[in-house]
């Protein structure tokens, strides 16, 4: 079937990333959208759920605006040289959309469900959320075959236990994935963690598990190098999992965040930081908690597709992730 406008002039228009910005259906970084598995190996998925939230809402619409916000963003790394939509096949696979999003746990299922069936079938996940609760039954579809190693960057550990009657809510992930075996907690490293507490041993797990908490002072001393060389270190050759909060950003880059933290990182420094891990054997990324209800300029969902655009390069990039045509065999 012939398309209903053909470029007569610019041939190069026949690509829909390369047409005028302001133009076509919003998917993430203008790609085709497709629930077809055959014929991708990144898949970027939306994952329109709050209900982990302990406070403020809104991270449901997270990923709607970042995908309006990703057609800013062009389609070669300027600096690590990685062009993550010619080295691999990438589509917008949708939203893993909740059937039961009032049902907490349930909720949880379906996510592991969806990401389940895509892993499967080979193909690398990148998730826009969304709170961080949901990064918990993502790990659950990927570390299936053994415990990740993580490279986590956020201003709050996420390593907490039971609030108001909940063990799975967005302050918690990650504790439930290392009692889990989801995560080897002594490969996993928490960056720019930082605000007030109510509880002074609110983040022992993360200490006492083996995990290695960089905390802001410390990222702020030593600088992003420094950040940089500790992930590497702890994280080394192993699969791991990279998760993004973007309240690990300070507030004046990203005030749009449920539970934003002042003296954060600047957005050089993350995307940064972010560059220098090409290579890692990263086997699946989230970036979460981009709540626009709380930015009226836009600018949280701006920077966090920019955020969003680094670690697809990371997963464009890694290992083992094949490209155009290879399909990542999925673990027994």
């Not at 055959?38 to 939306?46: C, F, P, Q, Y």
């Amino acid at each position: 079937m012939s398309p209903i406008k053909s470029p007569r002039r610019y041939r190069e228009l026949a690509n829909p990333q390369l047409r005028p910005r302001y133009g076509g259906l919003p998917t993430f970084f203008r790609l085709p959208a497709t629930e077809e598995l055959g014929a991708v190996d990144i898949g970027l998925i939306g994952v329109p759920f709050d209900g982990g939230v302990t406070n403020r809402p809104g991270a449901r619409h997270g990923p709607r605006e970042v995908r309006n916000q990703s057609s800013l963003l062009r389609s070669i790394n300027p600096v690590t040289g990685v062009a993550p939509f010619a080295a691999a096949r990438v589509a917008d696979l949708g939203d893993a959309w909740i059937e039961e999003p009032y049902a907490l746990e349930s909720a949880h299922a379906e996510i592991e469900a969806f990401f389940g069936n895509v892993r499967a079938a080979g193909v690398t996940t990148l998730a826009v959320g969304g709170d961080h609760s949901i990064s918990l039954p993502i790990l659950r579809a990927l570390g299936a075959a053994g415990p990740l190693g993580m490279v986590h960057v956020d201003a709050h550990c996420d390593t907490g236990d039971d609030y108001l009657g909940s063990r799975f809510h967005h302050g918690a992930p990650f504790r439930r994935a290392v009692e889990e075996n989801l995560l080897e907690p002594r490969r996993v490293i928490q960056i720019g963690i930082r605000g007030t507490l109510n509880d002074p041993n609110m983040w022992r797990f993360s200490t006492e598990s083996g995990m290695r908490v960089l905390s802001m002072d410390e990222f702020h001393d030593g600088g992003w190098r420094f950040a940089l060389e500790e992930a590497k270190r702890v994280v080394g050759d192993g699969p791991a999992y990279l998760s993004f909060d973007i309240d690990a950003l300070d507030p004046v880059y990203a005030p749009g965040t449920g539970t934003p933290e002042a003296g954060g990182i600047s957005t050089i420094e993350a995307i940064r930081f972010l560059r220098g891990l090409t290579g890692l054997d990263f086997r699946g990324a989230d970036l979460v908690e981009v709540s626009p209800p709380f930015d009226h300029t836009g600018l949280t969902a701006l920077h966090g597709a920019s955020i969003l655009f680094e670690l697809l390069c990371l997963l464009a990039a890694a290992p083992g992730c094949a490209g155009q045509g290879g399909r990542r065999v999925p673990p027994a």
